[in-house]
């Protein structure tokens, strides 16, 4: 693995840890973290706020040099996170339950990072 690419894991980490932090804190009970589906890809964080259910994608940025970190989650990325949420649903026996997707977006700069929600983001 190249020292870009390990870099980049290990900010994708990082933010995922971040993010984590950031939703418990706000009351949401972390169920999963990097669930994967077969080839398919993996959803971040899996969480529940109240009854709902929240499959949650990640994405951090240092700068806006490739844009806000939010505008990373394509229409590709999203419908490949619906078809793994709906693949999670059934593997678990619980597509009968409330569920929404959101996107952790966390801007890094300096001291402090900036972390949004976007609540029921697609």
């Known amino acids: 693995m190249t020292g870009g690419r390990r870099n980049l894991r290990l900010a994708g980490a990082s933010g995922e840890e971040e993010a984590a932090r950031f939703l418990e804190a706000h009351g949401f009970r972390i169920v999963e973290r990097n669930f994967r589906f077969r080839t398919m890809g993996e959803i971040d964080i899996i969480a529940e706020e109240g009854d709902e259910l ?20 394509t229409a590709a990325k999203q419908r490949t996170i619906r078809k793994i949420a709906a693949a999670y649903l059934a593997l678990r026996g619980i597509g009968d339950r409330p569920c929404r997707c959101d996107v952790v977006s966390i801007r890094r700069g300096g001291v402090a990072s900036e972390v949004t929600l976007f609540r029921n983001a697609f």
């Open 54 to 73: 929240v499959f949650c994608e990640v994405k951090t940025r240092w700068g806006d040099g490739f844009g806000a970190p939010e505008e990373a989650v």
